[in-house]
Each structure stands twice: as structure tokens, then as C-alpha cells.
């Protein structure tokens, strides 16, 4: 049990085996999985703050190549709730998200050898030191800072899902009382869920966040990631087969005669999967009408002699068995567990490379394109220079901005015009990290398979149902922000626009569904373009030019945004406050971990408070030059 | 001295050429008429042309893939008897009449949950169980030397539409007959034919009927005449692979921890375990969640309720576990050849542990492992 006596390279040996027996198979001659300590090195080189709970790290034995396959692991190897034991439990107390991921782990472990995932999860950590785990020293150096923020709500959703447990554990006593598992220890259930966070990704639309062994030994680099993750995200949320299930006919059926209540009657969730039932569906064949009788094979005319024609013997003999095997498909005298087999390897992940990188250095993952304060509250740790760093405002000051600079009514017309478009606020996942539009996921993923697509987007992370809790109160409320290098999110410059317009011009946009929805999008890509001039140092009239081509907005318009905008910089900045909060640098040889803390925590503020700066450097240009 | 040959025009539609050639199989059966002007044409007809082997009471067999590679000695006998009727008062699965036999409610969300069933509906489906027990036990009482497989899925069928039933296999997926019959190397599947019973033989009849709105699944593998010893080992280690599995059942036992018993006990005797084919939820569709795989360290989803109704029907191999299917797209038989047995129970997952709803009646035949 106490697996911290255990050696890094006994856990080591014992999970390569396990990848063995699981089918998960690597490029033994191109990368090889060490030991944390061993990559400290060229983590220091990239000026991140290490994460030093994490045990191994992926290590390249040569140079790798752009687009080399290195790791193939089945779907089948991954943990995911709607694919475990306890799936139809989950259903039935309507438990889903992270929360049913994390007690799936919990109980994989609850069950020590007999898991089929043993020897995965001896590997793992005890837990990630994610804020989450912080001690209240090191959670008060966050002051200030967005994670600061979101961990004071993370204890109460953690309480909150701690309480669900519970029950669940009540409820099923024949499940969860098999083992000594202290299942109402509090700490353990706090640190597996720091393992949920910092590990799990987003498989497919079934399997949901799972853990995948093998693609969570990677560690993450921002922007100069070597590989992603490749695999077929649109799979049946039915069953999670990749395609060919009948599932997916009978749902297109089901959408084709809209509101036709039978499939829905059935019962909505999705979480089970079936796969080899006794009868091998057929999906594959039925579609042709001369299905009806057995299937004889044609055999030859014979003369009255009785004897079958030679001449036509070889010419027919091909195209027979051809005609014979189109009548039925797949299985003609090959082994099902053959095709059994083919269909694993289809429904698989790969770690294909991205961006080459040298022999006998790290090789890194992109957990996606997510900013320092994101990093750090679910991984717990940050990249030094972070093109992604995003500063979230409050949508109360957001709100205020408005009551003071045009009225308190305008105010409230703005806060009912945010829930009916809803839609088009939902927040970007470089934001915050809050909730993700699917639909967006989707979206990048198809960037991501574009041939020369340099976006990653194959690992776009879901949410955690935590953090989804966390956000309960104001879970309809859009996440504004302040993104690198120091912009205004689009979404938020957008409505500041329109907000901020006399009455007569925003009374029409807000009133007219299709009037804001043809608008809205308009002044998103003027200043997409506006941001990008800023950015390339293009002078203020210049790029307000050039963004401007479809005439979307004025210049008075774009001033007065401006100023509304550095002064909720200014106000978030002062948030932020200074580094005193900081205090002197913990001892890097007698605490190690307080000394990483207190730099992640350094270099969030000092990232936030970057971006902050120059947002207000810019946007007072702006409003100087266009009012 | 020559006699004119009588002149023959190509039986496929539209075609008038003269026609020399006659379809083999129609010869062999001994049904006139069939000539043909070449093999394309010959092709063209086939689909249509081969319903017309379908004879009742054929006098002679033929095999119907000549050219495939079987893996045992087992061949199947063709013609297969014509479909047999169902009478139209007797209610029918969705898949009776749907094209390819495909059925739509099993393909609907509902069908990857598992259902608990009701009170109510656990007495229905203990009603249609017993009569599935019923007519297994009519089926294996006419069992010897000499019967066709074919014969025993008349029997069946009549059994089925005598107690107002619909035999659930006939038309699922297409399969053609009312029960699977299946011998020696034939691991499940099989499809009844002209093929008699041979002493020696091994033969799994697996029996499902439809009523009253739910679906009973139940089999047995019975000898046939005087089996040797190698196969009375491999049928009773199967019955006692599915009693262990059996005695697990009970409410907070997961679904995937039915296999380490089952695939222990085949190998500790020599045997192996089928992968392909799995138990299955049970009751107002034939198949449905959960997935019940008989071998050991397998990921099968969920943990048993009451309520929960599902098949465990090991398939044990005297050699090895892989399977292949013949060219009718239905058959499993053994890569090697070698024999497989199967026994298959429909149990309730009761408050405390389990009921088979399957179970032997006081009228049931005598066990034919009881003297081993």
C-alpha cells in the first residue's frame, strides 16, 4: 500500500509492463520515459517553474521527425467514466464531469491489483500540487490574481462534490465497501481530484475527460509544443464506437423526424457502451434487397455431361468470390477477432510529432493553448512567456462601466441582452478556462487536422464539473477579459461598442435579433484586425483604417471604448496590487515545493501584470488619438 | 444413335438464347428446367434463381460454399427448408419486418442503459422464460441419430407459435430459422439444415422466443448417441464454467468480474474461452446492455442492481478461443476445428443475489452430466 517506498524505476518497470499487456505500443528507438529528476534540467532551460510532483517525463533518443508516430494507445486503455464499472451507477445518481471521473480513479485504486488499470495508476503521483492542495501561505501569495479568485471557490465545490460521494457510498455499499478504501477521507478525494485536473483530457464526445496512460507522461510547454494528440473525437455518444454503429443511423433518423418523442422516451443518457453483443449487429450489410434468401454461392453451369465449363473456370472464379463477398461484406472466412482487432486500432489515440525536436531532450505535449492563469490553477504550474495569458474581469465591472458611463438602465438593457445572445458570449477557453463551447472544441479540432494548420487544438481540454460548480452562481455570466499582449477579449470590445452607443443606435441593435446578430459579428473582426494592427505597431488612425473596411464603427465609438477599457485594466490592476503579499522567497534547499510554489505564484502576477500594463499603455494611445 | 437434344431457352428473365448449361444444384436436387446460356447471365439470375432451391423433404444435400476452406469436418447441408410462417395474431419484435431484419429499438439511446426491471415485468419475463425451458426441453427429447437439425427447428417453431409465441431468432439480422443449432466446432450460430445428427455428436440448441412484449435466451449442449471423453470433459466444465459465473450474482458485483471464474475454471481443465460472442441484457429487446464477456480482465461496463435481467452463455473451446465465421455470415465455428460447447441461463439480479429465470423444471429430461 505505501507506494512511496516504492522506487521511480520499479514503478517505472511495472508500467511499462502494463503498456505491454494493454496493447499501448511506442517508438522504443525514438523516446523513452524518465524519471522526473532527469528532465528538471531542461525544464530550468525553459524557464517554467518545473512541476515537481509529476514522477516521469518523455525524453527523445534522437531527433524526431514532423509528423512521426510515437505512441499509440487504445481507446480502450483509457479511464473514462462512461466506459467503467460504475457507469450505470453514475447514470442512475445523474453524476457526471470530473466528479464521476475522479471516483471512477478513486475506485480503480479502491481495488489495488485486481484493477485492470493497476499498474497505471501505481505510477501515477500521490496527487499534482496544484492551488487546489496549496496551504494557506501559499494561497495567500495569489492575492489578487485570478487564480486567487477561483480556488476560493474551488474549496466550496470540492465540498460540495465531497457531499455527493458520500452519498453515492451510502447508496451502494456492496459497491464501495469491499476494501478498506477510506472513502470519507477528504484528503485523499482532494488529491485525486488535484490527479483528474492536472492529467485528464477530453478523449471523445463519449468518453468525455478520461485519463489517458502515456499521453499524461508528457509535460506541457506553451506555444513550442513537439507532439499532439491525434484520434477521432466525433464518435457515437451512444456507444463510443468510432463508426459504422447503428446508433448513429437511428439518431439521424430521430433528427430527421424532429420532435418524433420515441428515442427520446427511452431515456436521454449515453454513458454505456456496448460492444461485442452476441449477435455481430448488422450494421455492415442488409442494404441490398437480394439479401432475402441465405447465401448460397453461385456455382457453376455444368453441361449435360455434368461437367462445368472450363473456359469460363478462371475468368469466373475471381469475379465470384468477389459477388459472393459484396453479398456479405466483412466476415467471409476471416477470424472476427481479426476484425476485432481492426476496429481497436482505429479506435485509438496517437502522439504524432508536431514541431521537430533534438536528440536527448524533453519532449513536450501542449495541453492547448491556455494562459498562465489557467496553467497554473489546473496543472500548477506556469511558462515563463505565455502568448495565451489572459486576465479575467469582473462581469460586475464590466456592468458598472456601463452604469457609469451611460446609465443604470443602460446597464440592465446590457445584462438582458448578454442571456438572450447568449450564444455568442460564451467564453473562449483562453479566457479563464471555464466553461468551452463544443461547438468551438470541435472547431479547433477541425483546425487541427488541417493539413497545414499550426493551431493545436487535438487536446482542447474540457471543463471540470468543479469548476463548472465553482462558476454555479453566476454560471450564465460571460467571462470578460484581458487578453495578451493586452487587448480587450473580442467578445467584450464587441459589446462595449454597442453598449456604450446612444440610445437610438443600441436600441435597434439590441432589439432586432438579426440586426445584433449581423452586427455583432462585424465589430468582433474590426477589432480582431484593430488588435492585430496594434500588435504589428501600425499608428492608431492607420490601423483604425484598415480594420474599418466594412464601416462597422466610428472613431468616436472606438475612443470612447478605449477609455472604458484601460480604466477596467486599471481597476484590475489595482486589484492585483503589488508583490508585497509575496514576502521573501521560501528556501529552495529546505522547501523545495514552498519555493515552486512562491514562483509560479511570482510569475503569475507578474504575467497578469504585464498584460494589464500594457493594455492600459495601449488603449490610452488609442483613446487619445481617436477622440 | 443421337437423339435431337430437346432445344432449351436461358431461364433468366428477358433472355430467350439457347441454353445448354444447367445450374449443378438444381441437378443435384434433382429439379428440371434450370438451363442457362452462359455464367454471366447465370450470375445476373442468381439471387432470384436460388430461392428455388428451397425444397421441402429434399432427397439429396449439397454443400453450399464448396470453394471455402472449413476448419473441421463439419459441412453445412443445403437446401435449407423454405421459411417457416408465423401466424399474423401472434405480436412480432420490431425486427420481424424491418428491412435486414435490423431492430430499431435496440439501435435507440435507451438501449445502451441497463434497465431494471419492474415487478411486473419480472413476472412476465419469468412466464416466457419457463416456456423457453419448456420448449428447449420438447427440442432435446427429440434429439438422436438419424434427426436433421432441421427437423429439430420445426419442432421448435411449433412449439413456440403452439404457447402464442414469436421465435425470436427467425428474421434477426436475417437469420433465417426459429433456433440455433449448433454442433461439434460450431461455437453458436448455427444454422438448422438437412445435416442428420451423428452418434458422437455434440449439439447446442439455443432457444429464444418473444412474448407478451419481452424476450427469453436460454441453451444446452446435449450428446448425441456415444460422445468420447475429451467432449463429455469439455460440456461439463462449460456447465460448471456458467454455475460459477452464476453464483457471483448478486447486487454490487460488477458486470466484468463474471469472467476471471468462468476462464479459471476452463483453464484449469485445458479449455479456452470464447472472445467474440458475449452475455447480454435480456428482456423487452433480445439484446441489449449489458455486455457480459466471458474471459477474464475484460472492461465490461456496469455493476449489478436488482432488477438488472441478462444471459451468461460461456462458449469453452477445447483448443484455441478464435472463432471465424462461415460464408451464410451467421456460423462461429473453431479456427482449429476442435469442438466448443456453450450453456446459456437468463438471470434476475434479486435484493440479495440471483434468480435463474431459466432454471430446469420438474419436467425437464434428466441432465446428461449427472452420470459423468
Redesign the interface.
Known amino acids: 500500500m505505501p507506494d512511496i517506498n516504492r522506487s521511480s524505476s520499479e514503478k517505472l518497470r511495472v508500467l511499462l509492463q502494463w503498456f505491454a499487456e494493454n496493447k499501448i505500443t511506442y517508438n522504443e528507438e525514438a523516446i523513452k520515459i524518465v524519471d522526473q529528476q532527469a528532465t528538471a534540467l531542461s525544464s530550468a532551460a525553459s524557464k517554467g517553474t518545473a512541476v515537481l510532483s509529476h514522477g516521469f517525463g518523455v525524453v527523445s533518443l534522437r531527433k524526431l521527425e514532423s509528423d512521426e508516430q510515437l505512441v499509440v494507445i487504445p481507446k ?1 486503455a483509457v479511464i473514462s467514466a462512461a ?7 453514475f ?2 445518481a445523474d453524476i457526471g464531469g470530473n466528479l464521476a471521473l475522479c471516483i471512477t480513479v478513486m475506485y480503480e485504486k479502491s481495488l489495488g491489483h485486481a484493477s ?1 488499470w493497476y499498474g497505471y495508476l501505481q505510477s501515477l503521483p500521490e496527487c499534482a500540487d496544484i492551488p487546489l492542495l496549496w496551504d494557506a501561505q501559499s494561497r495567500s501569495w495569489l492575492k489578487g490574481t485570478d487564480v486567487g479568485e477561483w480556488i476560493s471557490r474551488d474549496e466550496a465545490s470540492l465540498l460540495e462534490d465531497f457531499g455527493v460521494l458520500q452519498d453515492l457510498v451510502a447508496e ?4 464501495f465497501g ?1 476494501s478498506d478504501f477510506k472513502w470519507d477521507c477528504f484528503e485523499s478525494f482532494v488529491k485525486i481530484a488535484s490527479l483528474v485536473s492536472s492529467r485528464a483530457f477530453s478523449v471523445d464526445v463519449h468518453r468525455d475527460n478520461s485519463m489517458v496512460p502515456f499521453a499524461d507522461i508528457f509535460n506541457h510547454r506553451t506555444a513550442k509544443e513537439n507532439v499532439h494528440i491525434v484520434c477521432e473525437e466525433m464518435v457515437c455518444p ?2 463510443g464506437e468510432a463508426f459504422g454503429c ?2 448513429m ?3 439521424e433518423e430521430m433528427d430527421n423526424h424532429e420532435g418524433a418523442s ?21 450494421d455492415d ?3 441490398s434487397e ?15 455431361m ?1 461437367n ?2 472450363a473456359d ?1 473456370l478462371q475468368q ?1 472464379d475471381d ?3 468477389e ?2 463477398s459484396d453479398e ?1 461484406s466483412e ?7 481479426d476484425d ?1 482487432q481492426e476496429d481497436e486500432l482505429v479506435d485509438t489515440l496517437e502522439m504524432v510529432v508536431f514541431r521537430p525536436c533534438k536528440a536527448n531532450t524533453e519532449v513536450f505535449n501542449t495541453y492547448g493553448e491556455h494562459g498562465s492563469a489557467y496553467l497554473l490553477h489546473r496543472y500548477g504550474f506556469c511558462d515563463a512567456k505565455n502568448p495565451f495569458d489572459s486576465v479575467s474581469l469582473s462581469t460586475e465591472n464590466v456592468m458598472q462601466a456601463f452604469a457609469i458611463s451611460v446609465s443604470e438602465q443602460r446597464a440592465k438593457d446590457v445584462s438582458t441582452v448578454i442571456r438572450r445572445f447568449e450564444d455568442l458570449f460564451e467564453s473562449r477557453h483562453r479566457a479563464c478556462g471555464q466553461d468551452e463551447d463544443e461547438e468551438e472544441e470541435a472547431h479547433d479540432h477541425d483546425h487541427a487536422h488541417d493539413e497545414d494548420s499550426d493551431e493545436d487544438g487535438e487536446e482542447d481540454n474540457d471543463e471540470d464539473e468543479e469548476q463548472d460548480n465553482q462558476a454555479d452562481d453566476d454560471e450564465n455570466a460571460p467571462r470578460f477579459s484581458i487578453d495578451a499582449p493586452g487587448h480587450p477579449d473580442l467578445n467584450l470590445a464587441a459589446l462595449l461598442v454597442l453598449g456604450l452607443a446612444d440610445e437610438e443606435v443600441f436600441s435597434k441593435a439590441s432589439q432586432s435579433e438579426e440586426i445584433f446578430r449581423h452586427y455583432f459579428p462585424v465589430i468582433r473582426r474590426f477589432w480582431a484586425m484593430f488588435q492585430d494592427e496594434l500588435d504589428n505597431d501600425t499608428p492608431v488612425p492607420a490601423a483604425f483604417r484598415k480594420a474599418n473596411q466594412e464601416g462597422a464603427v466610428r472613431k468616436a465609438s472606438v475612443g470612447t471604448v478605449s477609455n472604458v477599457v484601460y480604466r477596467l485594466a486599471e481597476a484590475r490592476l489595482q486589484l492585483l496590487a503589488d508583490d508585497s503579499v509575496l514576502g521573501e522567497k521560501p528556501a529552495t534547499d529546505s522547501d523545495p515545493l514552498m519555493a515552486s510554489r512562491w514562483e509560479s505564484a511570482k510569475l503569475l502576477r507578474s504575467n497578469e501584470r504585464k498584460t494589464l500594463s500594457q493594455c492600459i499603455k495601449t488603449y490610452k494611445k488609442v483613446a487619445a488619438k481617436l477622440s | 444413335m443421337t437423339t435431337v ?1 430437346q432445344q432449351h431457352s436461358c431461364k433468366s428473365s428477358g433472355c430467350d438464347k439457347p441454353a ?6 438444381c ?1 443435384k436436387l434433382a429439379i428440371k428446367g434450370s438451363f ?1 446460356c ?2 454471366e447471365c ?2 445476373g439470375s ?2 432470384e434463381h ?2 428455388t ?2 425444397v421441402s423433404n429434399p432427397t439429396t444435400s449439397y454443400n ?6 472449413f476448419t473441421g469436418p463439419l459441412r453445412p447441408e ?1 437446401p ?1 427448408s423454405p421459411r417457416r410462417e408465423v401466424p399474423a395474431d401472434i405480436p412480432r419484435p420490431d425486427y420481424a419486418d424491418a ?4 431492430s ?1 429499438q ?9 434497465v431494471a426491471m419492474s415487478a411486473d415485468e419480472i413476472e412476465k419475463m419469468r412466464v416466457v422464460c419457463r416456456m423457453g425451458r419448456e420448449i428447449l426441453d420438447t427440442a432435446a427429447r427429440a434429439l438422436r441419430v438419424g434427426v436433421t437439425t432441421d427437423e429439430i427447428d420445426r419442432i421448435v417453431h411449433e412449439a413456440t407459435i403452439e404457447r402464442k409465441a414469436y421465435p425470436s431468432p427467425l428474421n ?5 430459422k426459429s433456433v440455433c443449432t449448433s454442433v461439434n466446432e460450431v461455437i ?2 448455427g ?1 438448422p439444415d438437412q445435416r442428420k445428427l451423428q452418434d458422437g455428436d455434440i449439439v447446442n440448441i439455443d432457444i429464444s422466443l418473444y412474448r407478451d412484449g419481452f424476450h427469453a435466451d436460454l441453451n444446452k449442449t446435449y450428446f448425441v448417441g456415444n460422445v468420447d471423453a475429451k467432449s463429455k470433459k469439455l460440456v461439463k466444465t462449460t456447465r460448471e464454467c456458467l454455475q460459477k459465473a452464476i453464483e457471483m450474482v ?7 468480474d463474471l469472467g476471471s471464474a468462468i476462464e479459471k475454471h476452463a483453464r484449469d481443465n485445458g479449455f479456452s474461452v470464447v ?6 441484457g435480456v428482456g423487452k429487446m ?2 441489449s ?3 457480459v ?1 466471458h474471459y477474464a ?1 475484460n ?5 449489478m ?1 436488482p432488477g438488472h435481467v441478462f ?1 451468461i ?1 460461456p462458449m469453452i473451446n477445447e483448443g484455441s ?5 462461415w ?3 451467421w456460423t ?1 465455428v473453431t ?1 482449429d476445428g476442435k469442438r466448443s460447447a456453450q450453456f446459456e441461463h437468463a438471470i434476475l439480479v434479486t435484493e440479495t443475489g440471483y434468480e435463474v429465470l431459466t432454471c430446469r423444471l420438474p419436467s425437464s429430461p434428466k441432465s446428461q452430466l449427472k452420470d459423468l
Open positions: 480502450s466506459t467503467s464499472a460504475l457507469a450505470n451507477i447514470i442512475d485492470p451502494y455499499p456492496a459497491v469491499g451512444v456507444c447503428a446508433h443511423d437511428a439518431l420515441e428515442g427520446e422516451d427511452e431515456g436521454e443518457d449515453n454513458s454505456e457502451s456496448e460492444e461485442d453483443s452476441e449477435y455481430d449487429e448488422g450489410s442488409s442494404d437480394s439479401e432475402d434468401e441465405m447465401g448460397e454461392e453461385l456455382p457453376l453451369l455444368v453441361n449435360l455434368g462445368t465449363v469460363e469466373d469475379v465470384e468470390m459477388s459472393v456479405h466476415h467471409s472466412g476471416e477470424s472476427d477477432s476485432d | 437434344e445448354a448449361l444447367q445450374c449443378p444444384t441437378v442457362f452462359s455464367q447465370f450470375r442468381w439471387a436460388k430461392s432451391h428451397q453450399p460454399f464448396p470453394t471455402y476452406q443445403y435449407l428491412p435486414g431484419g435490423a430499431k435496440e439501435q435507440t439511446y435507451g438501449n445502451a442503459q441497463i434477426y439480422y436475417q437469420f433465417p453458436c450460430h444454422i448478486k447486487p454490487g458485483v460488477l458486470y466484468r472472445r467474440t460472442y458475449s452475455g447480454h433480445f439484446h446492455a449489458p455486455n464477456p480482465k472492461k465490461a461496463i456496469g455493476v442492481k444471459t452463455e478461443y478464435n472463432d471465424q465465421t460464408r451464410d455470415n462461429a479456427v
